[in-house]
């Protein structure tokens, strides 16, 4: 058995040094990640990622020394921790698994792998990598969902197609490490942070996501170089963006522009030679559909005319139904108005009678009243007076 591990070490080298240094180290990096250098197939597809393990730098406070034997270790300055293995080897060894899983779609995660790695060299840091290679929670997002995050990240699907792929990133992201969903009493969603005891309604990664976008929407602003080719394939993959059925798991292509759907990646030579076939089939069975188009457009024409005359004619009754409507209406009005103008003027002249009979029978209840009085004053004076009479009368007898 070591027989064999040193013999097939050794046929290794052998091939290592038909290669450049260059080459050389990219496949040492490919070693270390699994990626099989045999399979022509397999390393035409994942060459990228072990190329871009090798080009990437060390993220802080990370450094790489060598003891006295020259092997390579990697120093933590802010923990004090040493290793062997590269402090990036599990973020791309995930991002390897994850593009294994899906093969058919290493073009998608390799753009999103370069719209990502230049937030990480910016800020000297792989969290935004780690996103990437992390993996995904739940199911597979659908073309819906990712529609409404980004109506809630203030992404237009149709104006801004280039920046779906963070919606998507959005919808699929896995919480940071000490982060867990949970739900209250009530049933709404929450995120708890273990190691700090905080709580937020939010995602923990929304921040994130709303910085990404007004970044991309910042660098989208600037002009492209004058006579700068924009690769077809690119374009085409930028409109139409993968998706796994979680059905049948076959991945699906979603144009969020147009919002259509297609089984086959578009931008393949093969679907586009069937395209062509098609389209050339199309525009033949196009010509002879001409004749028909016409014909149906003069009957179109023939009987829109119809319609609009009927339409017209039907206007006019309408018209006609109006004035009628009018002149009965003020007909109508002006009968009214003078009946009521007639009880008016027949309740002022009763009124005017009942009040001046009414002023009468006053003024005579009056005189009657005032006759009563005199006669009763003169018949109470005139008692008054006999009896003064009559005791005067007596008065003198006696005296």
């Known amino acids: 058995m070591g027989g064999m591990e040193a013999g097939g070490f050794i046929e290794q080298e052998q091939r290592l040094g038909s290669l450049t240094e260059y080459e050389q180290e990219v496949h040492k990096r490919a070693a270390e990640l699994g ?122 699907a149709l104006k801004e197609h280039e920046l779906m792929w963070v919606a998507k990133q959005a919808v699929q992201v896995a ?16 995120f708890y942070d273990k190691a700090t005891g905080k709580s937020s309604i939010k995602h923990p990664m929304d921040d994130y996501f709303f910085a990404l976008v007004q970044e991309e929407r910042r660098k989208a602003k600037k002009k492209k170089p004058a006579g700068e080719i924009v690769d077809p394939e690119t374009s085409l993959r930028q409109l139409w963006m993968p998706f796994v059925d979680e059905a049948t798991g076959e991945t699906y292509f979603y144009n969020f522009c147009k919002n259509a759907r297609l089984d086959f990646p578009p931008w393949e030579s093969h679907y586009q030679t069937a395209a062509a076939i098609i389209q050339r089939n199309f525009r033949q069975h196009r010509g002879d559909h001409h004749v028909r188009t016409n014909a149906a457009i003069t009957i179109q024409r023939f009987y829109r005319g119809y319609v609009v005359r009927d ?89």
């Not at 996103?131 to 409404?148: K, M, W, Y």
């Not at 002022?348 to 009678?353: F, G, K, P, Y």
């Not at 009468?360 to 209840?365: G, L």
Request: glycine share 4%; with cysteine.
């Open 35 to 156: 990626l099989d250098t045999e399979d022509n197939v397999s390393w035409a597809r994942f060459y990228w990622i072990a190329e871009e393990f090798y080009k990437a730098p060390l993220p802080e406070p990370w450094s790489a020394y060598a003891d006295d034997q020259g092997q390579i270790f990697y120093y933590d300055h802010k923990s004090g921790e040493s290793v062997w293995s590269h402090p990036l080897l599990q973020t791309f060894r995930n991002l390897y698994l994850k593009c294994q899983e899906e093969p058919y779609l290493h073009h998608y995660y390799r753009d999103l792998f370069n719209n990502l790695r230049q937030y990480s060299d910016q800020k000297k840091g792989w969290w935004a990598l780690n996103l990437l290679a992390s993996p995904n929670t739940g199911p597979a997002p659908t073309p819906e969902e990712v529609v409404d995050m980004a109506s809630y990240l203030g992404i237009s």
């Open 311 to 399: 339409a017209v004619n039907a206007w006019k009754r309408e018209c006609a139904a109006l004035c009628i409507q009018t002149t009965w209406r003020m007909y109508y009005a002006n009968k009214n108005f003078y009946k009521v103008l007639a009880v008016i003027h027949i309740q002022r002249a009763w009124r005017c009678h009942a009040a001046r009979r009414g002023v009468r029978r006053a003024i005579a209840a009056r005189k009657i009243q005032r006759a009563t009085r005199l006669f009763l004053a003169r018949r109470a004076l005139g008692g008054l007076r006999a009896e003064r009479d009559a005791a005067l009368t007596l008065q003198a007898v006696q005296r």
């Open 175 to 190: 919480l940071p490490p000490n982060w867990e969903e949970l739900e209250d009493e009530e049933g709404n969603v929450y």
